[in-house]
């Protein structure tokens, strides 16, 4: 192989950089040459392409985003868009492609393999949702900002007495809820993985509340619905003032943490081995702090789940 490509695509998460650096400059390393993408598999389609050199990812580890850019495309989801997407590929002399991005990302790239360009995927994604691996460039980023708006609520929580609801991102999956509830001790975690009724999360604040407790943190997965209904079925049931927050999109950004920025780069470079020894797709990730490889067929129909070891630890330790 002579020469390779990369793109993000789907959600940007912190990280990607990192990923972008490791997969030219391990590429690089090995005498292979290296094509940017950008705006992911739109820009595919676009032929937006330029070469990246050992420079062009300089500066670059500690910077949150992409900086290819990342698109969503439904075009190419058809068969014309991903021959369009071929026609590109092979005008440019890529022969092997490497796309960093969450499931539907990893989707398209297992077309193009099925239709002769070797690809790989690298997981970026800030939930934390994809099967295969125990973690996804990004999340731990994510993880952290979420605890440090926390530790901020907690402040004012205590000082004002009050419920507050934090509504995390994560899409279908509880992880970044789970987590940064456990990292923050919330009272109470709300993830689409464990079945919850608000007779529960009732009769929890009102045992905290009747041991003296001076205020009480809910954290919400968006997965099982909006922080702010959460809220307005407790106020109905116990007249408790809730406050709400929801985190939004500052959890997508930010200087990516040293944990991602290793991850990216083990992962970025390791999918750039696994294209050198002619593998196509694929999916990479991290099992037991090792870095692994899955059919990306075989990772989909998984189903990602969480460790509900940690729900159980999280309520034995919020009691
Ligand atoms: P995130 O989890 O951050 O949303 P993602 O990779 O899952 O990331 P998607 O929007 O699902 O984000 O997918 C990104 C792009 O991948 C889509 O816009 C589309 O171009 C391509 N893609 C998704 N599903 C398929 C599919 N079934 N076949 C071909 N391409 C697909």
Redesign the pocket.
């Known amino acids: 192989m002579k020469k390779i490509g990369v793109l993000t ?3 940007d998460s912190p990280g990607m950089n990192a990923a972008i650096r490791a997969v030219v400059r391990k590429a690089l390393y090995h005498g292979v040459q290296v094509s940017g993408i950008y705006s ?2 739109h820009g595919l389609m676009n032929n937006n392409i330029e070469t990246l050199d050992v420079g062009s990812v300089g500066d670059i580890i500690h910077r949150g985003g992409t900086i290819l850019g990342t698109a ?3 075009t ?2 058809t068969d014309e868009g991903q021959y369009q997407a071929i026609e590109n590929l092979k005008a440019n002399g890529i022969e092997g492609l490497v796309v960093i ?8 790239a297992e ?1 193009l393999s099925e239709k002769g360009i070797a690809a790989v995927g690298v997981p970026g ?1 800030i ?1 934390n ?1 994809i099967p295969c691996t125990d973690f996804t460039i990004g999340f731990d980023t994510a993880l952290n900002t979420v605890i440090e708006a926390i530790d901020k609520i907690r402040d004012t929580a205590t000082s004002h007495e009050r419920t507050f609801i934090i509504e995390v991102m994560g ?1 279908d999956a509880g992880d970044l809820a789970l987590w940064s509830g456990l990292a923050d001790g919330a009272e109470t975690i709300l993830i689409p993985e464990e079945d919850f009724t608000i007779d529960d999360v009732v009769s929890r604040l009102n045992r905290g509340y009747d041991r003296g407790k001076k205020h009480s943190i809910i954290v919400v997965a968006e997965g099982i619905g909006s922080g702010m209904d959460v809220g307005h079925q407790i106020t109905d049931k116990t007249g408790l003032e809730c406050r709400v927050t929801v985190l939004g999109h500052i959890q997508r950004g930010g200087t990516p943490t040293a944990f991602d920025r290793v991850l990216a780069s083990r992962l970025g470079a390791y999918a750039v081995e696994q294209l050198l020894q002619g593998q196509k797709g694929i999916m990479v990730g991290l099992q037991q702090n090792k870095e692994v490889a899955t059919n990306i067929s075989e990772a989909l129909e998984r189903k990602h789940t969480v460790d509900h070891s940690l729900c159980k630890l999280a309520r034995e330790l919020s009691i």
């Open positions: 695509s789907g959600g992911g598999y969503r495309s439904e190419f989801k991005g969450g499931d539907g990302s990893f989707k398209g077309k994604t939930d949702d899409r």
